[in-house]
């Protein structure tokens, strides 16, 4: 490749996309909440534990995964999509896509929406700042 960016960028652009996406879904999640009955309490406990599942057992392995796979990366050109490999570009295309359709077909509950999306974005956000921060902690050794 020609043109390119460093590894400090795809870890910046990373962070980003993680919390852009996180902030998306909470602002979803936000607006079904105010629109549910549900007890505030009970959902907050509901929204807590679909944050772990997916922060302890998904999105903290792909934090790791991926930020080893760039700090591995040799050259200073790389693609700027390629903080992700192809597995989870497909992976986020097919998610968004079932989130969508779940939304627009109404196949799930609003009450279920609320909390899932709720505890799901900020695991993403957390996620996100955990890339901005690793890429703060190693940006002088990254360049080199």
């Known amino acids: 490749m020609k043109y390119g960016v460093n590894r400090q960028f ?11 996406a996180g902030t998306n879904i909470l602002r979803i999640g936000i607006v079904t909440w105010m629109n549910s009955t549900q007890d505030w309490m009970f ?7 679909i944050f772990l599942l997916f922060f302890v057992f998904i999105f903290r392995k792909l934090y790791y995964k991926h930020t080893r796979r760039i700090e591995e990366k040799k050259e200073d050109k790389n693609c700027p999509f390629s ?4 597995k989870s570009w ?11 359709t779940i939304r627009s077909l109404h196949l799930l509950p609003d009450s279920f929406i609320s909390v899932f999306y709720t505890g799901l974005s900020i695991a993403l956000i957390l996620t996100g700042i955990l890339f901005i921060c690793y890429w703060w902690q190693k940006r002088k050794l990254l360049h080199n």
């Open 10 to 20: 795809l870890l910046i652009t990373a962070g980003i996309v993680w919390i852009i």
């Open 43 to 49: 959902k907050i406990g509901e929204a807590t534990v």
């Open 90 to 100: 497909i992976m986020m295309t097919f998610m968004i896509a079932l989130g969508i």
């Open 83 to 86: 903080f992700f490999d192809v």
